[in-house]
């Protein structure tokens, strides 16, 4: 079924490197409930979207019939593969053991990264800008209707939502959530409860958990191979297209014949992007800083773990 999945993180340039992929021949994407730019880019499927149903069987009806592979492939005589490029999944505590699942364990896996703390800045950007859209549109307000079962949500900084993620009590909902995925493989329950749905205790509540690569990428790796990973970051779009092109045409099966256009390789492509905040709700240089001194030892670790150096980090 799947040939390719992109996990990396949110704000991590998933969208864009995505939209590169989609644009090889015979590229399908999959369906996604949500509209431009994440059409035919992520499923959210293991994220529970879809009332709570994480059954790996059910994973297939996220892509298209099998009738269209055999079409393009036997009678077209086109190239032909599938892709989900989830920035939900890296950090999710069920998805690795539901994708290798659905999936096998010979999935070819794309991780994109970014520095830590612009990727906290900007998922705080991105997260605000989209509850002060639904308040222009008349929707409940900012932190209504938000489940009781939430713990100290949602956070009023930057600083408040990292140390939130890191606290005894999310860690513990992140900790039960990985236990439900037992009870999803062997049948004896396909949904998620509410309460894990995306990250346990809410979005923001994934924020110091998003920048710790290293933790995501090893859980991910109890269910596939070293050797299925490839690792973008995110200033390489801009940097270095032709060679992360070149890498990512190299992740996808022996048997698949399409090549980029050589003119996509100098089209950086940046989409679904963050809008600056109200002053009060921008970090502080302090903060930043702060932030930066946390990650130091979890980037070290994620420099020994994928064998490349980010000196600007």
């Not at 992929?21 to 994440?38: D, I, R, V």
């Not at 499927?45 to 790996?56: C, E």
């Not at 970051?233 to 060679?243: A, G, I, M, Q």
Request: proline fraction near 8%; charged fraction near 20%.
């Amino acid at each position: 079924m799947l040939k390719v999945v992109i996990i990396g993180e949110v704000r991590c340039g998933t969208t864009s490197l995505a939209d590169h992929l989609k644009s090889l021949p015979g590229a399908s994407g999959p369906f996604c409930a949500f509209k431009h730019p994440l059409d035919g880019k992520e499923s959210f499927y293991f994220s529970g979207h879809y009332f709570g149903i994480v059954h790996p069987y059910f994973y297939r009806a996220m892509f298209p019939l099998k009738f269209w592979r055999w079409w393009n492939t036997k009678v077209l005589g086109k190239p032909y593969f599938v892709l989900d490029a989830c920035a939900q999944y890296l950090t999710s505590p069920v998805a690795p053991q539901l994708v290798a699942a659905a999936c096998g364990p010979d999935l070819p896996i794309i991780v994109c990264l970014r520095e830590p703390v612009s990727q906290n800045v900007s998922w705080w950007r991105f997260e605000h800008g989209t509850v002060g859209w639904g308040d222009s549109m008349g929707l409940p307000a900012s932190g209504e209707g938000i489940p009781e079962t939430r713990v100290n949500y949602p956070p009023k900084s930057v600083v408040e939502a990292h140390s939130l993620s890191l606290s005894p009590e999310v860690s513990a909902l992140y900790t039960q959530a990985e236990g439900l995925v037992p009870g999803v493989l062997d049948g004896s329950a396909v949904r998620l409860p509410p309460w894990a749905i995306t990250w346990p205790n809410g979005q923001l509540s994934a924020a110091g958990r998003n920048g710790v690569f290293a933790d995501n990428i090893v859980r991910w790796q109890k269910s596939f191979a070293k050797s299925n990973f490839e690792y973008v970051e995110v200033t390489e779009l801009s940097n270095n297209l032709p060679n992360v092109l070149t890498r990512v045409r190299a992740m996808l099966p022996s048997s698949y014949t399409g090549a980029f256009n050589e003119a996509r390789k100098g089209n950086v492509v940046k989409l679904n992007g963050a809008q600056p905040l109200d002053a009060a709700l921008e970090p502080s240089q302090a903060d930043k800083d702060n932030l930066k001194a946390f990650y130091k030892p979890h980037n070290e670790r994620l420099f020994e773990l994928i064998g490349k150096r980010y000196k600007h980090w």
